[in-house]
């Protein structure tokens, strides 16, 4: 079983910026799919981005798509969903999360960092 540890969350004002890092530990980072999935209270979790194992393709949901950009960096075993032009709708728990390939589903799951974003 590995770890994966979420940073980078906090308030921001809307139209600004944050990125996030998922660190993952205890697996071949370059063998796995990282995913971001947020839930914002009282809704279901939604699918924000993901990247797949050879960072080749990229997926985003249509609610952040042209804001939002996930990459990865194999040597530092580290993910990163980077935030632009924040807007209220986005504050939510972000997770990082893993598998073989993009989801819906993934195995594995950090625990999240809060992202709020005040209007």
């Known amino acids: 079983q590995f770890v994966l540890v979420e940073s980078g969350g906090g308030l921001v004002q809307s139209g600004g910026s944050l990125r996030l890092s998922c660190v993952i530990s205890?697996?071949?980072?370059?063998?796995?799919?990282i995913g971001w999935v947020r839930q914002a209270p009282g809704k279901e979790r939604e699918g924000v981005a993901c990247?797949?194992?050879?960072?080749?393709?990229?997926y985003y949901a249509d609610s952040v798509k042209g804001r939002f950009t996930v990459s990865r960096d194999n040597a530092k075993s580290t993910a990163y969903l980077q935030m632009n032009s924040l807007k209220p709708e986005d504050t939510a728990i972000y997770f990082c999360?893993?598998?073989?390939?993009?989801?819906?589903?993934?195995?594995?799951w950090g625990r999240g960092t809060q992202v709020t974003v005040a209007s």
């Open positions: 205890g697996f071949s980072f370059e063998r796995l799919a």
């Open positions: 990247i797949n194992v050879g960072g080749t393709r990229t």
């Open positions: 999360a893993a598998d073989f390939q993009c989801g819906p589903d993934y195995g594995s």
